[in-house]
């Protein structure tokens, strides 16, 4: 009781006392916070730090993406020019023969062109002789079989050339259904012995991921790509 009324005395005598103690209690409140608001601060920086990190590392992945991308579509134009070439090579240099009956008509086959089994495409190749090009003025006379074969040294050399670290295959043969490699490693070319004729082309290309989806096919962490196109009549 006494201790009460001193209290209550010591405010009425010393009111400014009372302010003092208030204003320093503020003081030290507002220190800390202040040293608070610091602290959350911090933490706002790593935070945009951490965000700014996952965006270039965002930015990196689709940029590697799309240059992926561009090569894969680089490379499947490159084999359908190469496969075009051969074809129309292919058009003008028939095997031809006399239908039966006497009709006047032929019957065109590309029969010298159809080699037996995949051939196997690794690096560069050579090309052919290129009739025509540095000996345009006295071009060298070739037989039929001899430009079957220049013309598929010219394939295979802008394959090869096109696609120096990929393993490239390629058939041509009848059926319609493509080229397709299997768990060991094994290229079936789904040739048949009747249908159209067609060219077939199988290539491998190193994967820049280390997991492939799987609706993509693959074999030994490569990407394989193919191609075919049906020579006309």
Known sequence: M??????????????????????????????????RQGGMTLVEVLVAMFVLAVGVLALLATQLRTVSGVREAESQTIVAQAVQNLMEGMQINPTLSAASGDTGWVNKSYDAYMKNGI???????????????????????????ELVDEQI?????????????????????????????????????????????????????????ADVAPAVKSYNSNIVYTYQARVPD
Request: glycine share 10%.
């Open 2 to 35: 006494k201790k009460q009324c001193g209290e209550n005395m010591h405010r009425i005598l010393y009111p400014n006392h009372l302010k003092t103690d208030v204003a320093a209690s503020a003081q030290q409140e507002s220190g800390r916070l202040k040293q």
């Open 153 to 209: 040294r010219s394939f295979e050399s802008a394959l090869g050339s096109a696609l120096p670290n990929a393993e490239v295959r390629y058939a041509i043969c009848r059926g319609v259904d493509e080229m397709e490699i299997d768990s060991n490693g094994n290229v079936d070319a789904n040739c048949k012995n009747s249908g159209p004729l067609m060219v077939k082309v199988l290539w491998q290309i190193d994967s820049e991921q």
């Open 119 to 145: 051939q196997t495409i690794k690096g560069n190749v050579a090309g052919g002789n290129n009739p025509g090009g540095a000996n345009a003025g006295n071009p060298p006379q070739l037989t039929k079989s």
